[in-house]
């Protein structure tokens, strides 16, 4: 039977936290523990000494502290706690009572786990993962700690398996310090966000775990050949799965888990660094390798970034490091790169696919086909988390009462909850007289597909509409007040309440003491929902109002449009499906559109006619708008004489 320990203002002087964190607390005995704490010197305790005297856990000796008797029943308790063997705290001083029962839910926590240190020699591009994210209280993350839930075994029925995922996660909806923290995590997987910058490892045990025929053989390729790749359409779950990978490898090895999210903007320097780091570390001693990393996005790379991360691949193994790549599928195709370079970009693609995919467990890695077994089971965790979680947030606006099997993705079913729904609703119904913050949304969410998918500075999008709408603004706000209106705008969409924006994040600068802001958006499936909606060529006035910009902003792809849809009438289609579909940008030092890479398919070039170059040819161009031109007349030349359908 579990105990009922008396405290004496342990928690609420957040002693335990101290003693913790001191002790390194991550032996697996008591009788380490107690070995270690017995003759520790004070300059192991530095700053937090004073408290610990003052709480009587240890005293002062000759040249030396020890632990007061006290100081030994606390470590039990710690120790009693950390094992689950308590039920109730009952927190005193001073021979008073200073606070009720508090429960500690049983089966709440698991072993406790050591993160390893990261090294300080890493650049900042290269991440480590956080255990624990939330706002902590002095009880937060010492009382959260939740294990991985298994992979799901499909002879378990959906409801049955629903039943054991939310068992240990019951406990965290009892006190409301737990609920608060558990509601706003899942509302981070509820709203879709992509990636894993803002998640930490304990995120994996919320989410839908994968489904065991899938996990099993790439945890066992990772194990023994040090290597495994996921290939996979936008939105089929990848992050999540990566997240998950993490998490299973920190917990079962306890080795270092290194997250590079943007491999693309990683300079000579960095992969350098990342390769001197990663070779001092190897040990031939370990069956296992010591470290993994996990490297997300590799399909927007260029073909030098390519290179490196293909030698990172061949050199790993059980002697070395272990890499986890991931591409997205429909990306690949359309990568910006030269027509000449292009098919050798390509073949490195596909070299390295079969690298990190051994040919009999390749089907077993693809997220597109099991997605029909996965979605039973994630369309009840999408039920829980929308009717017992997060209903009093905002209300569960499809409720159970679209079919489940008519998602084509994870990130589709978990949109589906109506979050990002509602609030783009709710955006729309408060636009009055004033149609710029939808003006505004539309643009973040087109510029996040054009550059793709790459957050944005808030200094470059201001730069953007200084450039690009600065008379429209200026009539708007006669004050002159536009800038800190679009500042304001981003602010409040950011709110928890409003959440049509993830939270800003922050850049260092090399020229400033102060750090930049950055824009973030959810998700490339949300940017196209947004388009989809605001941008409805039937029925938007925004749509012919920023159509007829962008005519100025970017006439040569404009022209090509206009002249593609005149020949093919029966499959026209709309200008900003077809801008997000088949180019990307950059945003110059100016916040001027320069065209990086334009797709055309065969007809569309043979459709382009002979006036073409004639009808751009008369247009007053700028010298970027020139350099656009430039570029398309290169796309053109190169699929003549290399028949490409890109560039």
Known sequence: MKETLKVFDILSQEIRFEVVKQLNFSRKSFSELLACFEGIRSNKFSFHIKKLVESNLIQKKESYYELTEFGITTLKFIEAYEMDQINYIQLSGAGSVVGSEVRIPSGLLSEPISLPKRPDELPPSIRSFNFFVGKNTPMMEENIFLPLPEPIEQSISPREWIKQFIKPLDALLEEDYSRKWLEDRLLKLAYGTRGLQDFCLMDASLSVPPLKSLIQPMQEVLKTRGKAGLFATTGMGKSRLLLYIASWWVRLFQTPVLFIENPKD?????????????????SKE????RWLVIIEDVHLVPFEILEKIQKMVTDAGTQSWSVLIAFTQSVIQSSPQSAPGKQEFLALVEKLQL??????????????????????YFSEWVKWVGLDVLVTIIPWTN?????YK?????????????????????LQKSVIDNTFPLVLYSLISLLYSLRGEKNILQLKLILFLENSFKQELSELYPEGDWKNK???TVAHWTNPFVRLLPPIKYESSSSSLKKLEIISFYHQEWATEVCKIILDPRSSDIYSFLKRKFETLVPSVYTIWESINQVN???SIDFFHWLCLNTRFELNNEGKLVLIHLKLEPDDVKNLGENFELKIGSKNLDNIQLLNWTFIKNVVANYKQYGQDSF
């Not at 000579?268 to 190897?282: A, G, K, Q, R, T």
């Not at 690298?355 to 039973?376: H, T």
């Not at 008519?406 to 509602?422: I, Q, R």
């Open 266 to 282: 990683m300079g000579e320097v960095e992969w350098d660094s990342l390769f001197s780091i990663l070779s001092s570390n190897m």
């Open 406 to 426: 008519t998602f084509e993705s994870p990130w589709a079913m978990v949109v589906s909850l109506g979050f990002l729904k509602v609030a783009l609703a709710n």
């Open 486 to 488: 679009v500042k304001s």
């Open 286 to 289: 370990r069956e296992t390798p």
């Open 355 to 376: 690298e990190i995919q051994p040919f009999e467990v390749a089907l077993q890695f693809d997220l597109n086909s099991i997605w029909d077994d996965w979605r039973p």
């Open 399 to 403: 409720r159970p009462s679209e079919p």
């Open 569 to 571: 009438i029966d499959k």
